[in-house]
Structures are given as C-alpha cells and as structure tokens.
C-alpha cells in the first residue's frame, strides 16, 4: 500500500520523564493483592543495542528474565504508587544494574517502559499511555526518540510532510489521529535533513494506539524502530443505515447497494434553539439512475449500523423528475404515511453508470445551540 500524506503541523513535544541513576535499593516484592482499580500496567521496551538480554527487578523481585534488544514485553501490573526498577544484565546480580532508580505510577493506567541508551549510558524512560477512545476509521500513533547518538531527528511521511517538530534523545512526540491504514515513515537528521532510519509498512489500524520507539544507535548501525501497537476503543457516531433493496417498502428483497451511514451533523449547533434534528447522508451507488427507476427499488434505513434487519424508514424509488433531472422521494416510517424524510437521487457527473443519493431524515431528537453571552 502506498504511504499516506498528512501534515501535522507544530505537533507539540513532550520530555519524557528520565529515571536518575540512582544506587540500587533492597526492598520487598510489591504487592500482589491488590484489586484491578488499583493496579497500572506496565509493558518494557529493550532499546539498548548493545546490551544483550536483560533482567527487570521491581522492588527487589525479579519481573522480567531475558528480554532481548527491540523485543516489548506483556503487561506488568503493579499497584499505583512508587517503585524501585533496575535494569540487570540477564544472569546477573542486582547489584551490577546498568540503571536503576524510581518508576512512579501514581494516577497512571497503562504505560511503557523503554530502555533507552547504551549499557555505559543506558536510562529509562516512562511514557503514559492514550486510552481514550478513538474515533471510527482513525488510529491513534506518536513517535518516542531514542537512537542514542542521534542529535536530533525528524520523523516525517516518505515522500511527504513531518510528523513533528525535531526530537531529540527522550523526547516524544504528541500522540496524533490518522485515517487507519499502512504508512511509510523517513527518520530525518534535523540538521542535514539526510535519512538515517526508513520504517516501511507501519500498520495503523482502525482503534489501534501505535507507540513508534527509535532505538539503537548510529555508531554501530544499531538503530531500529519498535513498533508496538495495542487495541483501543472505537468511538462510533450513533447513526441508521441506508441501503438501496430491490422491490418496494412493503416487500423488500435483496440489498443491492449499501449507502453508509445517516446520522446528525457533528459540528457546532447554531440558530433557534429546540429545533428538530435532521440526520444526513450521501453515498454514490454503482447502479445506473436507470435501472433505479425502471423497476421497483427502494431506500430502506435500517436502526442502526450493526443491525440491518429492522427497518425503521423506508421510501419507494418512483415520482416526477425535477427539472434539473434529478428524483426527490419521500421516507416515510413504517406503519404511517407521513413523511419522515426525503432522498435525492440523481446520476452523477462523473460517472453516468452511478447514481449519488442523498438522504435527510428526521429525528426524534432536537438541538440546542450553545448560549451565546449577551453584549454588555
């Protein structure tokens, strides 16, 4: 699949919260009995190229055992509040960590841990996960700097506009919508603007929270990208469904063309307060206007988007053309003869074999403006 180009323009850039070198501490295992509600999850990120396996103590007990340079691992769950880390070359004692010091989760759900740096010079950073919902048929992504001798960068579209403003070491860009689907990314040195690392095939799929961690290092020509992705919630837009179905509202047989969804308008609501809500669609079926009208079809809306069975509106295709050419049908809701709605049908400019339907159908829902301050 090609990449995609989209500017995001003065991302704003956030320091992620490096964990000092601190001396390491003994201290008891955390907690195991605590409830869901009161546990953050953790997942670790080796970024640390020349480090080999690696071992992660929490408060003291060993968590991870032999984690490998771009592997993520599954999550920890720890309970909200401080806690000791130490990043430990695997087989090793506690005692000769490459980093260690104080992993705070207090107010946090879900998290990465991303080792980060050389084995001389090696650090941790904490970087908060966005839970949010995602709106439907978006992704939701950012990119974590970490190559450890890289300057500067800028992660940008290949062939195409930045992704942000520059990061430097431990710095993460703001997590960032996109229409899903498979992109490849160009990290640029910030001041040669030369490519240092090319990340093709990125898959950001509808839901999905896309953490992008540079890592390694140009030195050695270590420098990777981890791509680690996890399941979100998808934000869908209460809407009915409109179809074109061959015969007529009081028989209908086979969907022959689906017209997507019809639902209210999603900007600001503006005007006379209390008016009745008009939910809208249009879609461009590839049926010529023809066919449409030479045999019974009709426009059936459905009660929604996931449930095409129950018809709630429906409107025979059939009346007088208008004198531009076009065809206004009335929906009416099931059992009555009034009017609910109207559909606009009409061949399209670009492709006389298809028909562009427009739909506008009342709700039993109204709008209210938002107040508007009077003049003083």
Same mark, same amino acid.
């Given at each position: ?91 090793? !004692?506690?005692?000769? #960590? $490459?980093? +260690? /010091?104080?992993?705070? @989760?207090?107010?946090? *759900?879900? %998290?990465?841990?991303?080792? =980060? ?55 993460? !860009?703001?997590?960032? #919508? $996109?229409? +899903? /689907?498979?992109?490849? @990314?160009?990290?640029? *040195?910030? %001041?040669?603007?030369?490519? =240092? ?59 022959? #063309? ?119």
């Amino acid at each position: 699949m090609h990449s995609k180009r989209y500017g995001i323009a003065g991302v704003a850039i956030s320091v992620m919260a490096l964990i000092s070198i601190l001396t390491t501490f003994e201290v008891g295992l955390a907690r195991q009995d605590s409830s869901s509600d009161e546990l953050a999850r953790v997942r670790v990120v080796h970024g640390i190229a020349d480090a080999g396996a690696l071992d992660i103590y929490i408060d003291g007990g060993i968590a991870l055992i032999g984690i490998q340079f771009q592997e993520t691992s599954g999550d920890l769950a720890l309970p909200r509040s401080d806690h000791q880390f130490a990043v430990v070359p695997t087989g090793e !004692s506690i005692d000769n #960590a $490459i980093v +260690a /010091g104080n992993l705070s @989760l207090q107010n946090r *759900d879900l %998290a990465y841990a991303a080792l =980060l740096g050389t084995s001389a010079n090696a650090s941790v950073g904490l970087f908060a996960v966005d839970e949010r919902p995602i709106e439907e048929g978006q992704a939701r992504f950012r990119v974590i700097g970490g190559i450890a001798d890289a300057e500067s960068v800028v992660p940008a579209f290949v062939g195409g506009d930045a992704i942000s403003e520059p990061l430097s070491f431990g710095d993460a !860009s703001e997590y960032a #919508a $996109i229409d +899903a /689907g498979t992109y490849d @990314l160009d990290i640029l *040195d910030a %001041a040669s603007g030369g490519s =240092l690392l090319t990340v093709s095939q990125v898959p950001l799929a509808e839901g999905t929270i896309t953490d992008i961690f540079l890592v390694g290092s140009l030195t050695d020509g270590t420098q990777q990208a981890v791509v680690a992705a996890i399941a979100g919630d998808i934000a869908r837009v209460p809407g009915s469904r409109a179809q074109i179905v061959a015969g007529s509202c009081k028989s209908p047989e086979t969907e022959l #063309a689906d017209l997507g969804l019809v639902r209210v308008g999603q900007g600001d609501a503006v005007g006379v307060a209390s008016t009745a809500a008009v939910a809208q669609g249009y879609a461009v079926a590839a049926i010529p206007f023809g066919t449409l009208i030479q045999a019974p079809h009709a426009i059936a809306i459905t009660a929604d988007e996931t449930d095409n069975s129950r018809i709630v509106a429906c409107g025979n295709i059939g009346g007088r053309l208008t004198d531009a050419g076009a065809l206004v049908i009335s929906l009416q809701a099931n059992g009555t003869t009034v009017a609910d709605g109207i559909a606009v049908l009409a061949p399209t400019l670009e492709n006389p074999d298809a028909t562009g339907v427009s739909i506008f159908l009342i709700t039993e829902t109204t709008v209210e403006p938002a107040a508007t301050p009077a003049a003083a």
